[in-house]
């Protein structure tokens, strides 16, 4: 980190102190070293790539990772993926823990104009997944040179969240096996949440997301004389139309649901008296529960079929189950947010979160093991959210998220802990 704090002098874009502050010990080692640790961030926002591409961005973190005095680190995990290992002052307790931040960029331009802008044309970290790997990196220097815990910390650097599912690959190419984790936890920057708050519900937190592909086949003809055609645009607008009844008609009011058909093909723009002989469909399907999910996947087959057909087309449906919900082990996520309760204090962590219908891949690893997945609040600058191509990473919240993974690991494993039960064996030893 100190090579990109000095690369970023020379651009004048060095950060001072943060303004935000904390409570505890890691808070105040970590915000010692902020300059540092935002010249790393925006190295890495200069430099974006896509999933499975992280070569620049794994080597990055390789590099800091090895400077931060880690145990071990493990590379080419899920292609790119690379993980790090810190054992505590003590590893009798057994226990291991896994902290995950996801690493690649989105496929759009940045209309930005500071000096860590992205370098890489039609690439940009849209999303903060630069903010989220220089947090992490933070918390590995930190434990690596306090090493107040009892057990060993697994740091997850994690490739392709955008749309590759690389937390599936990860999991497929032997992470957990090599890794066997009791607990995972990550977090993600949430721009509609005030810097300094952390979000986390007992359940439910991201909706599960399926691509849904609907082939409609008619017969094409000329427009002026309809009546010889099989009209697919027609059956397209009706299949739209019913699509939204699923919801309102047949999903119960207080389960959640989503249906949005997003993309419509069919003809030829410059073909005005043309009817095309087929369309397609593309769109989306979130829930938060499997029982929904397969009564929409079951409605939605069920009403395209019967539509088509009323019209003699014929509709094809290609239903594609992207990532799960994102569904917190309800123990993991109080004990989360006693972790930064402990940080940002009592009213400044809301405990019931109300979900998000967006998606995610570290969905994957809660599905394997217990553990919870947090938002941190970043402030909404310039009116831009996620996703949208004047975002900016909140350099002020790193060291908080940072000592948000320190302390899901030392109050996880508590070095204390160990000493309390050893003294008590001591005392029962004694007695006998």
């Not at 957990?176 to 810097?195: G, S, T």
Request: hydrophobic share 45%; charged share 20%.
């Amino acid at each position: 980190m100190r090579a990109a704090e000095a690369a970023a002098s020379s651009t004048g874009t060095t950060a001072s102190a943060p303004r935000l502050k904390a409570s505890g010990r890691a808070f105040a080692n970590i915000a010692s070293f902020y300059p540092e640790l935002t010249a790393f961030r925006r190295d890495l926002h200069a430099h974006p790539e896509l999933g499975f591409e992280e070569v620049y961005t794994a080597g990055r973190v390789r590099e800091a990772l090895r400077a931060c005095g880690v145990d071990e680190i493990h590379e080419g995990i899920g292609k790119t993926g690379v993980v790090g290992v810190i054992r505590g002052k003590s590893t009798v307790s057994g226990r291991m823990i896994g902290l995950r931040a996801d690493m690649d960029a989105l496929p759009m331009r940045e209309d930005n104009s500071f000096g860590w802008r992205s370098a890489n044309d039609g690439l940009m970290h849209g999303c903060g997944h630069d903010g989220h790997t220089a947090m992490l990196v933070g918390a590995a220097r930190y434990l690596a040179e306090t090493r107040d815990f009892d057990g060993t910390a697994v740091l997850i650097f994690q490739p392709g969240e955008e749309g590759f599912a690389g937390a599936r690959v990860m999991i497929e190419d032997g992470l957990f096996d090599r890794f066997p984790v009791n607990a995972v936890y990550a977090m993600h920057n949430w721009p509609a949440m005030p810097a300094g708050t952390v979000g986390i519900n007992r359940g439910a937190m991201m909706a599960a997301a399926d691509r849904i592909t609907i082939e409609i086949k008619g017969k094409g003809g000329h427009g002026a004389h309809a009546y010889q055609t099989i009209d697919p645009v027609v059956v397209a607008a009706h299949i739209i139309t019913a699509a939204q009844t699923i919801v309102s008609r047949n999903v119960r009011p207080i389960d959640a649901a989503v249906v949005s058909i997003c993309a419509v093909q069919a003809g030829d723009l410059g073909a005005m008296s043309v009817i095309p002989g087929e369309a397609t469909l593309v769109g989306t399907v979130r829930t938060f529960s499997a029982r929904v999910q397969a009564q929409v996947e079951q409605r939605l087959t069920e009403l395209c079929t019967a539509i088509a057909g009323g019209f003699g087309a014929t509709a094809t449906i290609k239903y594609e189950r992207i990532y799960p919900a994102t569904i917190n082990t309800a123990p993991e996520a109080m004990f989360a947010a006693d972790v930064a309760e402990s940080l940002v204090g009592a009213k400044n962590v809301d405990r019931s979160m109300e979900p998000s219908m967006g998606a995610e891949d570290f969905s994957f690893m809660l599905q394997k093991k217990a553990g919870a997945y947090l938002r941190i609040g970043q402030d909404v600058r310039e009116g831009a959210f996620l996703h949208n191509s004047r975002y900016d990473f909140n350099d002020e919240i790193l060291p908080l998220g940072a000592a948000l993974h320190a302390g899901l690991i030392e109050q996880g494993m508590p070095l204390a802990a160990t000493r309390s039960s050893q003294q008590g064996k001591a005392a029962a030893t004694a007695a006998s």
